[in-house]
Every structure is written in structure tokens, then in C-alpha cells.
């Protein structure tokens, strides 16, 4: 009996201990969230990225005010930035179709995604999102008031979701992606753990992430895989047609290097002034669109080049180099693309979408660090992904490429092929909506 007594007693000492660690956990997340504002603040004057986002968030509520008003039936989704954006838009467009007579709030974390999507059609009033504070949660939704809020891969705000769960608000995940080393999963996170719960149910986009969720006793979960197959796979149902590009490109092998990076374009570069010629011909859009590193890049090519802002009365056809310097061209691009190189794996910023070229039936190659892109994995295993790490085996397997008709064929088709087995998911998450 005294055993028992004090296996009893510790049990209530250790509990009380994680409980009150969790208490402090959570006490400072609070503060870090509520003195962010302030550190924001600081550094907007240094970073204009940041800046777009402090201006952007104190316009947030007046914007609500302005747009929604009590009688509004609502719909909230919200994504980190222009990925999750693209990742969620064919679910967006089909929940648009379901429900017609409810405003939509599209909210963004990011600059990156805010300032590109700010006039998108899919939603009734584009905003970004304010601070994850208790404050910030009640006041977003006492204006809102999403009768279905939509969240998208893993940007998870503990207040705003937990004051939804007070509401009874209907919340769910989709596209999630987790892994283990993710604080979701680990003794300190019980705090954003409380959070997934939080979600009627989470789509997710393989069997770990299930798992994973399965462990922590999350049940209502489904594997419904990317939607970004579905939003790269619609792609080819409009008119991709570029009438500058075919003027450039002529009869010509064209390879489009997209969502480059500095460390991809100096990969680049050498095979560019070797190989450039009428009969092959290069496309770089960079990730950022910043003139003085573009104008180094451009300073670097020997052959004939031009930027996408000088080609106004200009014979696009004398040109080797066709440069990008702007935005929101690059999914059509890549319908011209022989060969795809996409960029972010070189360095360290992360690779940038393999699926939106993947579509278009072409090979593609990326840097050396993509271990966290499963589907860059999955297309490599395919023989239709290429990884390289220095210029020397980029010259290589572009060559081999180029000459072997066969294999670039082959490679493009196997792409083609993965993503059309994948797409689905935006079906099997509106039958989850449509009960």
C-alpha cells in the first residue's frame, strides 16, 4: 500500500511538473508573440520585405471593418505565402463553387504571398493575417466570423485556431506535410499539439504524417495526398501561349532555369556562355526579382542577352538569353521548356516547385538538398528528376540530355506520368465538406 502511495505521489509530482512546464511554455510564447510587433517594427526600417508586412498588418482591421459586415456569411483561408496559396487554390475554386453566397477572406502570413495574390478573384477581401495574440484572435473573429476556415500544410496559429474551437468553428488542414523533427511532435510542443486538434479533420499527404499524427492520438485524418498535383494539373486546361517566348525561341531547344537563386545561376553560367547558340537558347527567371543582382548575372554572359523589361521593339530571335525580371510568367513558361532546371537546391532556401514544369513533360534538374521534397525524390527514383552538384555535372547531364532525344523523352514523360497518378485530392477533401 505505501508503494502504491508513492508511485501515486511521484506520478502527481510528475504531472504537475509537465503541466506546469507546458504553463510556462505557453506564458512565453504569449510574450514573444505580443512583443513581436515591436521587433517588426524595428527592423522594417532596415528590411523593405518585412516593412510591406508591418504596413500590410496595420491596415488588416480596417479592411475587415470596410468589407464584412454582420449579415455576412464568411469563408476564411488562410496560407503562409504564395506556395500554400497555390497548393490550396483548387481547393479555394471548388469551395467557391459550393458556396456561393458566403464572402471569402483570403489571409496571408508573407509578403512574398500577399503582394503577388492581392487581387486574386478567389477570394471577396485579401488581407494579411494578423499576430497569433489572444487579442488579435477574438478581434479577427469577431469581425469574420468563418462559418469554415481553411488552413493550409502546416501554418499553424495556436490562438486563432483555439479561439475558433471556443466559437465551434469548423476548421480544417490540408496538404499537410509533418515530419518528427517538428515541434508538434516533441515533449516541449504540447502547446502546438493542442492546436492540431483543434482541426475537425487534417488532410495529409502520406503515410508518415499520418503516423506521426496517429502517435500523438490525432484519429481524424485522411491521406489525400498534394493538391498541387491538382493545381499544376489544371494548368494545362488553359492557354499557355506566350507569343514573346516563340519569337525567342524559334525552332530552337530552349532550357527554362526557373526560381533561380545566385548559387544556381553561378552553376549556370559557364554552360550558358559555352553552349549558347541559335539552336539552343536559355530562359532564367530568377526567384527575386533584384536588379543589381540580375545585372551582375547579366555582366557575366558573353552571348546576346535581353531582359524581359528591355524587349519592347526589340528582335527577340537574335537573342541566346531571354532573362525574366518579373513575375508570374513562369507557369507558362515552362510549356516551352525542353528541359527544366529549377532552383533553390543548390543552396540552402529550398527547392522551389518541380511539379509546375513536371506537368509540361519534361526532364528536370535541381541542386543537391532536397531531402525534404518528397516529390523530388519520388520524380529522381523515376528517372525523370536529375540532381547535381558543380558545374561539371551539370554540363554532363545536360549533354547527355540534349543528344539523347530518347531519354529526354523518356525522363519528360515519366514526369508527366507522376503527376497525373497524383492528382485526386481535391476530390476526396470536397466529398469530406459536401456531408
Not at 108 to 127: C, L, M, N, Q, T
Not at 195 to 218: D, G
Not at 263 to 277: C, F, G, P, R
Not at 370 to 391: T, V, Y
Request: glycine fraction near 4%; include cysteine; proline fraction near 3%.
Amino acid at each position: 500500500m505505501n508503494n502504491l502511495l508513492n508511485d501515486s505521489h511521484v506520478f502527481n509530482l510528475k504531472e504537475m511538473y509537465f503541466s506546469n512546464k507546458e504553463m510556462i511554455l505557453r506564458f512565453i510564447y504569449n510574450i514573444i508573440i505580443n512583443i513581436t510587433p515591436f521587433i517588426l517594427k524595428g527592423v522594417a526600417y532596415f528590411n523593405p520585405k518585412v516593412k510591406k508586412g508591418v504596413l500590410g498588418r496595420s491596415q488588416t482591421f480596417k479592411t475587415l471593418k470596410t468589407n464584412i459586415s454582420k449579415t455576412d456569411q464568411t469563408i476564411w483561408f488562410h496560407c503562409a505565402s504564395l506556395g500554400e496559396y497555390e497548393q490550396g487554390l483548387p481547393v479555394f475554386k471548388e469551395i467557391r463553387k459550393l458556396y456561393t453566397n458566403h464572402k471569402i477572406v483570403l489571409s496571408f502570413f508573407s509578403p512574398s504571398g500577399y503582394e503577388i495574390r492581392k487581387h486574386s478573384k478567389i477570394a471577396d477581401v485579401i488581407i494579411y493575417l494578423p499576430l497569433d495574440t489572444n487579442k488579435n484572435a477574438i478581434k479577427f473573429l469577431d469581425l469574420v466570423n468563418p462559418e469554415l476556415s481553411v488552413f493550409v500544410k502546416y501554418d499553424i496559429w495556436p490562438n486563432f485556431l483555439n479561439e475558433l474551437k471556443h466559437r465551434n468553428k469548423k476548421a480544417i488542414l490540408i496538404s499537410a506535410l509533418f515530419r518528427s523533427s517538428q515541434p508538434f511532435f516533441k515533449s516541449y510542443g504540447k502547446h502546438l499539439r493542442e492546436a492540431l486538434f483543434t482541426f475537425e479533420h487534417i488532410f495529409v499527404q502520406n503515410e508518415t504524417s499520418k503516423n506521426l499524427l496517429n502517435k500523438i492520438n490525432y484519429t481524424k485524418v485522411t491521406i489525400s495526398g498534394d493538391t498541387r498535383f491538382d493545381r499544376v494539373y489544371s494548368q494545362l486546361e488553359i492557354n499557355n501561349t506566350l507569343e514573346f517566348i516563340e519569337t525567342f525561341k524559334q525552332d530552337s531547344l530552349c532550357i527554362v532555369a526557373g526560381s533561380t537563386w545566385p548559387e544556381d545561376e553561378n552553376i549556370l553560367i559557364d554552360y550558358i556562355n559555352k553552349y549558347a547558340s541559335d539552336d539552343l537558347k536559355f530562359i532564367i527567371a530568377p526567384h527575386n526579382i533584384n536588379v543589381s543582382q540580375i545585372g551582375k548575372f547579366k555582366k557575366q554572359l558573353k552571348v546576346n542577352s535581353i531582359l524581359f523589361s528591355e524587349k519592347e521593339h526589340k528582335n527577340l530571335a537574335e537573342y541566346k538569353v531571354f532573362i525574366i525580371d518579373t513575375i508570374g510568367l513562369l507557369s507558362k513558361i515552362y510549356n516551352y521548356a525542353n528541359i527544366a532546371y529549377v532552383g533553390g537546391a543548390m543552396g540552402h532556401t529550398g527547392l522551389h516547385n518541380t511539379l509546375e514544369p513536371a506537368v509540361f513533360g519534361i526532364p528536370i534538374i535541381i541542386g543537391q538538398n532536397f531531402k525534404n521534397f518528397p516529390e523530388a525524390s519520388e520524380m529522381m527514383k523515376n528517372q525523370g528528376l536529375f540532381s547535381i552538384r558543380n558545374k561539371k555535372e551539370i554540363e554532363s547531364i545536360l549533354n547527355r540530355l540534349i543528344s539523347n532525344t530518347e531519354e529526354r523523352y523518356a525522363a519528360g514523360l515519366s514526369n508527366f506520368e507522376y503527376i497525373k497518378k497524383n492528382k485526386g485530392s481535391v476530390i476526396q477533401i470536397m466529398d469530406f465538406l459536401r456531408i
